[in-house]
């Protein structure tokens, strides 16, 4: 094996561990699943998997013993991220789901390692800083959005119950979607499960504490959806 081929490999190795590693710590300093080490080995296996696909290229051209096409390893490396960035998204109660973010940069890192190990360093190094300005800027946050919850209530049988629930919730600044009703015979209990859709200025808790305040209510608690 010629030298220049080691020295060659041996810079798309520390710059591909370099890149992945200013991805890596943004996402282990939010407490993601997938931080450091991840970033690194997905980025270094890219990396020396598309090293090794030149280098056979450059034998089998010289042989001329037969083709290959590096493109078709980078296709199978962006298609096989998908089980890994699967496995980071995590589903939390029926509703809220984490990790997307985090999935979507590990296959960015991917191509990252692609673009190291055929060589294309500017392409690579100017990836890394716009991806880690759009995690680290919290870009999203300059965009004027709304948020989605659902709250679930418990109360006493009453009569309007749920036009006072609605009323509180107008009040808060939140807009009623639906709402799921059902009632414990036993006990003559009554459960709504509301959606709602609010402002980000307006919180879950600030409606729990107007809604509280109702005697009726027994108990109330909302998830983010």
Not at 28 to 56: F, P
Not at 97 to 114: E, K, Q
């Amino acid at each position: 094996m010629p030298d220049i081929y080691l020295i060659d490999t041996a810079k798309k190795v520390v710059l591909s561990v370099l890149l992945a590693s200013i991805l890596g710590l943004e996402r282990q300093r939010h407490g993601r699943i997938a931080g450091l080490r991840t970033h690194i080995l997905v980025s270094l296996a890219s990396c020396i998997l598309m090293a090794i696909s030149l280098e056979l290229k450059g034998y089998a051209e010289s042989g001329g013993l037969y083709y290959i096409d590096p493109l078709r390893l980078a296709a199978g490396i962006m298609t096989g991220m998908g089980f890994i960035g699967a496995g980071t998204i995590i589903r939390a109660g029926t509703t809220h789901v984490r990790g997307v973010t985090t999935a979507a940069g590990l296959w960015l890192n991917s191509a990252i390692g692609i673009s190291v190990g055929l060589g294309n360093y500017y392409i690579a190094i100017i990836t890394t800083a716009v991806c880690f300005f759009v995690l680290l800027g919290n870009i999203d946050r300059f965009i004027p959005s709304e948020s989605f919850i659902v709250l679930g209530v418990t109360i006493s049988a009453m009569t309007g119950a749920l036009d006072k629930i609605k009323k509180v919730c107008a009040d808060n600044g939140a807009v009623f979607i639906d709402a799921d009703i059902s009632k414990n015979k036993p006990d003559n209990k009554i459960s709504y499960k509301i959606h709602l859709k609010f402002s980000r200025k307006v919180t879950g808790e600030d409606i729990l504490d107007a809604l509280m305040k109702i005697e009726e209510i027994e108990s109330a608690r909302y998830e983010y959806c």
